[in-house]
């Protein structure tokens, strides 16, 4: 009994234990600062109906149409491109990413994504964290593949089984990987005591010895190139 | 530069085209607000990223609206400043921006049969001049040259009508000194 419980808490992807990460405010100062701004706009037009440019509107309007909205583009931007990363967020293409998903909560599932959603190696960004490259041009990068994600979902030109646009870079699972005690314990991985010319030129493919990385039916994607 | 403050608008109605910006920039920043809080509520990606691709781009626009608003509402009384001898507008020149003077004096002159300028009136702090030619959509009527040093606040045309038409009072004022004017300049062309 006990043993079923620990499996369904390493599947479910983990329950809030508080309140506050930097998404959270993000989310909530943007509803905030939104409804702040109709009010703004509201009372303007009760109070001053017919002095909208005089100057105690004026101010009004200053903070209502000048000062918050500026602030609600700086949260409002950081709350989408923060909540993108998140799991469920790819999740809600539901008609695509649903076996991907049960995958992650799979607790027989032998995929390298189960293995890293269920041990919980980014808690709720399993998704971005093994797609998304280094730095600022990984994120562009994911950004845009993202954009386009959801204008072939919404316009339903994607075909099943889906595929990968570039075989998966291991400098992708590298940039976690390498460094880490048990990866480097492993003498294949290694050449002179650094990670391989092999697997930083991607001649030979962590997913060729780790695989599969996701485990999905074949109509939804090719195991290894799926995502 | 700028002008003095807010403080110096005059109250102007919902026809002038600073209070449709003004409404254009709160329905696109209200429409924009709406969305995000519905966005940010559901959390439904289409909604989110609408509101990251369409939303901010209206709040812009209504920021930009507010921004013209502001710049020219501003500009509603521009200081200026003559030294003593200068000339302020020539008679016959085009022009339809008012002034008042806040400080110094300055001739008001109209050339007489003979060609030579004649004095018609001398102007100091409070008066005003310049409303001729808008409201009689003419040109300048007099040429206007300082005395002293003069500081004077310019008015343009599309301020000035707003307050014309908004305040009863001075409309009332302007159309008196405007009729007391005409019936001068008619007296002295006999």
Redesign the interface.
């Known amino acids: 009994m006990r043993l079923t419980g620990v499996a369904e808490a390493a599947t479910t992807g983990g329950e809030v234990m508080r309140w506050g990460t930097a998404l959270d405010w993000a989310?909530t100062l943007?509803?905030a600062i939104?409804?702040l701004?109709?009010v703004c706009?509201v009372v303007?037009?009760v109070v001053f109906?017919?002095?909208?440019?005089?100057?105690s509107a004026?101010?009004l309007?200053?903070l209502?149409?000048?000062v918050l909205?500026?602030f609600?583009?700086v949260t409002?931007?950081f709350?989408?491109l923060e909540?993108?990363t998140e799991v469920?967020?790819c999740g809600?293409?539901h008609l695509t990413m649903k076996p991907y998903i049960e995958d992650l909560h799979n607790p027989k599932s032998p995929s390298l994504a189960a293995a890293h959603f269920q041990n919980r190696f980014a808690p709720g960004a399993e998704c971005y964290t093994c797609h998304a490259n280094y730095g600022i041009h990984g994120t562009f990068a994911a950004k845009l593949t993202g954009?386009r994600h959801?204008y072939k979902y919404?316009t339903r030109s994607w075909h099943f089984p889906l595929k990968m646009p570039e075989p998966f870079e291991n400098t992708l699972c590298l940039k976690c990987h390498n460094g880490a005690k048990r990866f480097m314990a492993q003498e294949i991985h290694l050449e002179g005591g650094k990670v391989s010319e092999e697997l930083r030129s991607g001649k030979t493919e962590c997913v060729s010895c780790h695989a599969p990385a996701h485990d999905v039916p074949k109509k939804a994607g090719s195991p290894g190139r799926a995502g | 530069m700028l002008g003095l403050s807010f403080n110096v608008l005059p109250g102007l109605r919902h026809g002038d085209w600073r209070s449709k910006f003004i409404l254009l920039s709160q329905v696109l920043i209200g429409a924009a607000s709406l969305l995000g809080v519905i966005a940010m509520i559901t959390k439904q990606p289409l909604l989110l990223l609408g509101w990251a691709a369409v939303g901010q781009g209206l709040i812009l626009l209504g920021v930009a609206c507010f921004v013209i608003v502001a710049l020219f509402s501003q500009r509603t009384l521009v200081s200026e400043n003559f030294s003593a001898g200068e000339v302020i507008f020539n008679e016959g020149d085009p022009g339809r921006d008012v002034y008042v003077v806040k400080s110094g004096t300055v001739q008001v002159l109209m050339k007489g049969r003979d060609g030579a300028q004649e004095l018609i009136s001398t102007l100091g702090p409070g008066d005003h001049f310049g409303e001729m030619a808008l409201l009689r959509n003419a040109p300048r009527n007099a040429t206007i040259r300082t005395v002293t040093p003069v500081e004077v606040y310019r008015m343009s045309p599309n301020n000035f009508a707003a307050l014309y038409t908004s305040l009863p009072a001075l409309r009332e004022h302007f159309q008196k000194v405007m009729e007391s004017r005409l019936r001068e300049l008619d007296t002295r062309r006999g």
């Open positions: 989310i943007t509803i939104s409804a701004i109709l706009i303007a037009r109906r017919y002095h909208q440019t005089e100057g004026l101010w309007h200053l209502g149409l000048g909205p500026l609600v583009l409002g931007n709350a989408v909540y993108a469920q967020f809600t293409c954009l959801v919404t």
